[in-house]
């Protein structure tokens, strides 16, 4: 079968998916305050990466851990949620079948021990100002 990276359309395909899911995480009250400090390209370049690496694509992720990138931004678990639920919403935009929308969010679905930090419900909580960003790419 072929690869989920190539079932996706590729890298351009992948790129748009990450630039529309990056604007809706930026617009959305439950989450948008971890993303006051963040440097847009470099997310936008890592999400990208990660994601064709991770669906078999030709590309080598160069970022940080999940665990070192997401430490002492205490994420809720509510927070994890709508974030894969901003995603879904944007799979469905893109008219990403079912299927290959399971199978990516299966991939995903494994850092959330590394990502989430509180167990709750709770949303719209602020980035500890202790937390330092990561620098921008040239
Ligand atoms: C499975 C879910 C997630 C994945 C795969 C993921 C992946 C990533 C990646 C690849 C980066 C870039 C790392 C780097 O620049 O070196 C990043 C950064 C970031 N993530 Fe996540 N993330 C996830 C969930 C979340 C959640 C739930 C939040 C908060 C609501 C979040 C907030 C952030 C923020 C604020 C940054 C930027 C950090 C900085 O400015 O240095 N992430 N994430």
Redesign the pocket.
Known sequence: MASLYERLGGLEPIASVVDSFVAR?ASDGR?NR??E???VP??KK??V??VCEATGGPCT?T??G?RP??DG?A?TAG??D???EDLVLTLGEFDVPRAEQQELLGL??P??GD??EVESPETGTP?PRT????HAVH
Not at 131 to 134: F, G, I, V
């Open positions: 995480c989450i971890k993303f400090r963040t440097d470099r997310l890592m999400l990466d990660q992720y970022g940080r999940m990138t997401h931004m994420v927070e994890f709508a974030l894969v995903l679905a850092m959330r990502i989430v980035l937390y330092e960003t990561a």
